[in-house]
């Protein structure tokens, strides 16, 4: 019934700094736990950061932990991801996803709503 779209990615340099939004329509978070994915082509979808809806509690995967940073606005119905430090590795279609789930939000699987994806794109 939510529909999410992600916005916000484009073309930076090693380095540099993108924040990306992703917007609900058709009904608020209220209730979901929702995380960032990314993606690239031949490669699974991957985990980036998540943030809980019942304690608020944020996660991220090893490979961005200090450089991104994930945030809710319940009133705006917008999870935001700022990236910092770039790298090429970075690069990626990255999702925004909800999940009603309490636990495994690292997890993939555990995500039942996405959007249609942005890209990222890094250069050297």
């Known amino acids: 019934q939510v529909q999410l779209v992600e916005s916000g990615g484009g073309l930076v340099q090693a380095g540099g700094s993108l924040s990306l939004s992703c917007a609900a329509s058709g009904r608020t978070f209220s209730g979901y736990s929702m995380g960032w994915f990314r993606q690239t082509p031949g490669k699974e979808r991957e985990f980036v950061a998540g943030i809980s809806w019942t304690s608020g509690r944020t996660f991220y995967a090893d490979s961005v932990k200090g450089r991104f940073t994930i945030s809710r606005d319940n009133v705006e119905n917008t999870v935001s991801l700022q990236m910092n430090s770039l790298k090429p590795e970075d690069t990626a279609v990255y999702y925004c996803?909800?999940?009603?789930?309490?636990?495994?939000?690292?997890?993939?699987?555990?995500?039942?709503?996405w959007g249609q994806g942005t890209q990222v794109t890094v250069s050297s």
């Open positions: 996803a909800a999940t009603t789930a309490y636990i495994g939000i690292t997890n993939v699987r555990a995500y039942d709503t």
